[in-house]
């Protein structure tokens, strides 16, 4: 477990998966957690489990006004931010010729466009906490997806925004990495497993794994923590690609 004795933290999409992971983790090392998500009563059950004085921000980041909700919210009840982690985004599985405008604007939206103001509107708490930033992206980034063009061009997006604010930051003390996910065993997977079946896919999926499984939720988390925690004080501009193997075939 890692110390986030004393720090603050906001985790988007932590209601479930890979977000409610991560805060748990947070929570455990001491953390006081922000958890944003659209649902608020799964938000409140899952804040009802930590120990750190939570805040709950049922907040959609589809909407524009989101942003500045979100800041001024955390910034009134915790004074200032140490790790801020962007883990919210819209997923489609569509083919590209299938593909219509908004849709595409929906999840340039939320992956990309809501990460980097929101990365903004924290900046100068950051600052002051020389924090950190820890950006969920995908191993899509790199093409893989198939069906999956807006998503992947969108953490394609967030992988480059996460170097150039290491980059642009790292004289501030701001460390900003992220984390790129294989095949995570979450709930995002229940509509294709009813949709196909959950033994063909995961069978399917399985066989291009060297590791042979799907990983975790935990699994994830553990990398996001660390790289958000003081053992990585040396760590910026990386995306680690947390997918057993599964991209270097």
């Not at 915790?78 to 999840?107: C, K, M, Q, S």
């Not at 394609?156 to 642009?168: C, D, I, P, R, S």
């Not at 979450?186 to 995961?202: C, H, I, N, P, Y």
């Not at 794994?209 to 990983?215: H, I, L």
Request: proline letters at 2%; aromatic letters at 6%; a negative charge.
């Amino acid at each position: 477990m890692f110390d986030f004795s004393g720090k603050t933290a906001v985790v988007t999409g932590a209601s479930r998966g890979i977000g409610e992971a991560i805060v748990r983790q947070l929570d455990a090392g001491g953390a006081r957690v922000a958890l944003v998500a659209r649902s608020a009563d799964k938000l409140e059950a899952i804040a009802a489990e930590l120990t750190n004085d939570p805040l709950v921000l049922a907040t959609d980041l589809s909407d524009p006004a989101s942003v500045e909700q979100i800041s001024t919210a955390v910034l009134d009840a915790f004074g200032g931010l140490d790790i801020l982690v962007n883990n919210a985004a819209v997923e489609r599985n569509e083919p590209a010729h299938r593909a219509t405008a908004e849709a595409i604007d929906e999840t340039l939206f939320v992956n990309l466009r809501q990460p980097f103001l929101l990365s903004s509107a924290f900046a100068k708490s950051l600052f002051a906490s020389q924090g950190a930033i820890v950006n969920i992206s995908s191993i899509a980034s790199t093409g893989a997806g198939g069906t999956q063009g807006a998503y992947a061009a969108s953490k394609g997006g967030l992988n480059t925004l996460t170097k150039n604010l290491a980059n642009e930051w790292a004289n501030k003390g701001v460390r900003v990495n992220g984390v790129a996910p294989g095949l995570v065993d979450t709930e995002m997977w229940e509509s294709t497993f009813e949709r196909l079946g959950e033994d063909a896919v995961r069978s399917t999926f399985t066989k291009g794994v060297p590791m042979q499984r799907w990983g975790t939720a935990d699994e994830i988390a553990d990398v996001a923590c660390f790289l958000a925690s003081d053992k990585a004080s040396y760590v910026t501009g990386q995306t680690i690609k947390v997918d057993g193997g599964r991209t270097n075939l």
